[in-house]
C-alpha cells in the first residue's frame, strides 16, 4: 500500500511538472496574412481624400497629420501624460484590504506551566473558534515616501515634456523630408513625358539604322557608330528616368498615401528665389532657446537634478503614520471590531552609509547632462553655419544652372530649326534635345536644393512653423498655418 502511495505521488509530481513547462507556437500564417489585411486597412483609414493637385503645404499637412511616424509621436506623448496621472498616485498613502475565512482542524488550545515550580498551572483552554471570518482595512502614509514620490512623479512630468520636443523634432525632420521629395517629384512631373517622347524617337531612329544595317545601305562603321550614340543617349536617359520615377513613390510615402495613388502636384509658377533676410546672430540665440534637441537636455539635467534631491531624501528617517479598522468573528473576544492607529519612525541605516556615493553618482549625472548640451550647442551652432553657407551655394548654383538651360533650350530650338531644313542630321538633334533634357533637370534638381536649403535655415534655428494650438486638425488649416509659418519667420 505503501509503495503504492508513493507511486501515485511521484506520477502526480511529474504530471505537475509537465503541466509547467513553457512552449511556443510558432505564428500560423493565416494569422500574418489576416494582421497584414487588417494593418493594410488601418494604415490609410479616415484619411481626408485627395480632391485635386498637391500643393507644398498640404502635402506638408498630410504628413503631419498622418505620417506614421508622427503618429507614433503623438500616441508616446499620450502614453507619457497618462504615466504622469500614474506616478501622481504613488504620493498617496497605502491602503490594503483583507477579508477571508480562517479555520482548522481541531481546537486551538494552550495551557500554562509555573516558571518557578515547572507545573501546569491552568487546564487547556481556548479562546479562539475553529472557524473565523476575519477582515482588516489598513491605511500607512510614509512622509518619506511621499516625498521620493512627489520628486519621481515631476521626473516623469518632465519626461512627458521630453517626449514633446521628440515630437517637434520628428515634424521638422518629416516636413524637411516631405519638402525634398515634393520638389523632385515636381521635377519628375515636369520632365518625365519629355524623356518619354525623347526614348521614343531614339527607339524609332535606332529601328531606322537597324533596317539601314540590313539593307547594307552606307559605311558599315558610321552606321555603327551611330547606333552607339543613339544607345549611349538611352542609357542616359533611363538613368534620369530611373533618378525621377521613384520621387513620387517617396513623397507618397511620406504623406501616407497608397503606394499605389496616381496623383498631381501643383508647385507655384516659376523658379521663385526665397531671399533670407534674417540676422544670423539672433537665429543663434533663437538655435539654442529652441532646438528641440537642446531643450531636451534642458529637461534632462532637470531630471538629473532631481535624482540627487532623492539621494538626499533617502538619508532622512521615515515619519510613518498607521491607522486600521479590524473585524474578527471569533466569538470570545469581547469586541468583534475595532480600530488602531499609531506613528512610528523608520530609518534605513544603510541608506545613511551609501548615500554620499549615491549623491556623488547623481551629481555626476548632472554634469554629464551640462557637459552634453554644450557639446550639443556648438553641433546646433555649426548645423545653422552650414545651412547658411548651403543657401547661399545653392543660390548661386541655381542661378548657373538657370542660365544653362535657357542656353541650352535656345540651342535645341535652333537644331529643330535646322533639322526640319535638313541642314543636320537626326542625331545632332536628338544630342542637342537630350542636352537640354538634361540641363533643364539640372536647373530643376538645384532649385529643389535651394528650397531646401532655405527650409534648412529655419529648422537649424529651431523655428516652428505651425503654431501651438489650432482651431481644428482640417488639412486644410495646418497647411494654411504651414505656409502662414514659413512666411512669417524671414520677416
Known amino acids: 500500500m505503501n509503495k503504492s502511495h508513493k507511486l501515485f505521488g511521484a506520477s502526480l509530481l511529474a504530471l505537475a511538472i509537465s503541466g509547467c513547462a513553457v512552449t511556443s507556437q510558432p505564428i500560423d500564417r493565416s494569422a500574418s496574412e489576416a494582421r497584414a489585411r487588417t494593418d493594410l486597412a488601418t494604415m490609410f483609414k479616415g484619411q481626408e481624400p485627395l480632391s485635386g493637385p498637391l500643393t507644398l503645404h498640404q502635402a506638408m499637412a498630410r504628413a503631419v497629420k498622418y505620417n506614421l511616424e508622427a503618429r507614433l509621436k503623438v500616441m508616446e506623448e499620450a502614453l507619457a501624460k497618462r504615466q504622469v496621472d500614474l506616478a501622481q498616485f504613488d504620493m498617496l498613502p497605502r491602503m ?133 550614340a543613339l544607345i549611349e543617349a538611352t542609357r542616359q536617359l533611363e538613368e534620369q528616368r530611373r533618378a525621377l520615377s521613384l520621387a513620387k513613390t517617396e513623397l507618397a510615402a511620406l504623406i501616407n498615401l497608397p503606394l499605389n ?12 528665389v526665397p531671399q533670407f533676410t534674417g540676422d544670423l546672430a539672433k537665429l543663434e540665440e533663437q538655435a539654442l532657446a529652441s532646438r528641440p534637441e537642446l531643450r531636451e537636455q534642458d529637461y534632462q539635467a532637470r531630471i538629473s537634478a532631481a535624482e540627487t534631491r532623492k539621494a538626499m531624501l533617502r538619508m532622512l528617517p521615515g515619519l510613518e503614520f498607521s491607522a486600521g479598522g479590524h473585524y474578527d468573528s471569533n466569538s470570545f473576544l469581547t469586541n468583534q471590531s475595532w480600530a488602531d492607529y499609531g506613528v512610528k519612525v523608520t530609518w534605513n541605516l544603510f541608506n545613511v552609509l551609501s548615500a554620499p556615493t549615491a549623491i556623488k553618482v547623481a551629481e555626476a549625472g548632472e554634469d554629464v547632462a551640462a557637459a552634453r548640451r554644450q557639446a550639443m550647442s556648438m553641433a546646433v551652432l555649426a548645423q545653422l553655419y552650414v545651412a547658411n553657407a548651403n543657401y547661399q551655394e545653392s543660390v548661386r548654383q541655381f542661378r548657373t544652372s538657370e542660365e544653362l538651360a535657357t542656353l541650352d533650350g535656345e540651342i535645341a530650338g535652333q537644331l529643330r530649326n535646322r533639322f526640319q531644313t535638313q541642314n543636320i542630321g537626326e542625331l545632332e538633334l536628338i544630342q542637342g534635345e537630350l542636352n537640354n533634357l538634361q540641363t533643364q533637370l539640372k536647373r530643376d534638381l538645384a532649385y529643389a536644393e535651394l528650397r531646401n536649403a532655405y527650409a534648412q535655415l529655419y529648422v537649424s534655428s529651431g523655428t516652428d512653423l505651425l503654431p501651438d494650438t489650432l482651431p481644428d486638425s482640417n488639412l486644410q488649416t495646418i497647411a494654411t498655418a504651414l505656409q502662414n509659418g514659413e512666411a512669417n519667420w524671414n520677416h
Request: hydrophobic residues 35%.
Open 96 to 228: 490594503a484590504l483583507d477579508a477571508g475565512y480562517v479555520g482548522r482542524n481541531n481546537v486551538g488550545a494552550s495551557s500554562s506551566q509555573s516558571i518557578r515550580t515547572g507545573t501546569q498551572s491552568l487546564e487547556p483552554s481556548t479562546s479562539q473558534d475553529r472557524d473565523r471570518e476575519v477582515a482588516d482595512l489598513t491605511m500607512v502614509w510614509n512622509v518619506l515616501d511621499f516625498g521620493v514620490s512627489y520628486v519621481s512623479a515631476k521626473q516623469q512630468a518632465d519626461q512627458r515634456l521630453i517626449l514633446q520636443e521628440r515630437k517637434r523634432k520628428v515634424i521638422h525632420t518629416i516636413t524637411q523630408d516631405v519638402r525634398s521629395a515634393y520638389w523632385r517629384a515636381v521635377a519628375a512631373q515636369r520632365l518625365l513625358s519629355q524623356i518619354d517622347a525623347l526614348m521614343g524617337r531614339i527607339q524609332q531612329a535606332r529601328d531606322n539604322s537597324q533596317r539601314m544595317a540590313t539593307q547594307r545601305i552606307g559605311d558599315p562603321v558610321q552606321t555603327l557608330s551611330y547606333q552607339r
Open 261 to 272: 495613388t496616381d496623383f498631381t502636384l501643383a508647385p507655384e509658377q516659376g523658379y521663385a
